[in-house]
């Protein structure tokens, strides 16, 4: 099993820059990917960044240039650098871990960004 904890979200202007976190504990050897989605308000959740255990990026469309998915400690820590953000990237972010068996899902952490 696979524990995760997102942190880093607020309140930012649009044009700024926000880094989440994401803090994996427990089975952490099994995983092997790791993403970041997004889920705005009566939308879908979206897949936004990903990251495998090899260290291979993949990016929505939408935030590609933008933002960077990274590993940390071992593999143990995900963030998430947003930068130049848009009122559009407004959701709650979720951090998730992939093994072999199923995905693991954290609590997720608000973004809201102003015009």
């Known amino acids: 099993q696979v524990h995760l904890v997102e942190s880093g979200g607020g309140v930012v202007q649009a044009g700024g820059s926000l880094r989440l976190s994401c803090a994996a504990s427990g089975s952490v050897f099994s995983i092997n990917t790791m993403h970041w989605y997004q889920q705005a308000p009566g939308k879908q959740r979206e897949l936004v960044a990903s990251i495998t255990s090899g260290g291979s990026t993949n990016y929505a469309d939408s935030v590609k240039g933008r933002f960077t998915i990274s590993r940390d400690n071992g593999s143990d820590t995900v963030s998430l650098q947003m930068n130049k953000l848009k009122p559009e990237d407004t959701a709650v972010y979720y951090c998730?871990?992939?093994?072999?068996?199923?995905?693991?899902w954290g609590q997720g952490t608000q973004v809201t960004v102003s015009s």
């Open positions: 998730s871990a992939r093994n072999y068996y199923r995905e693991y």
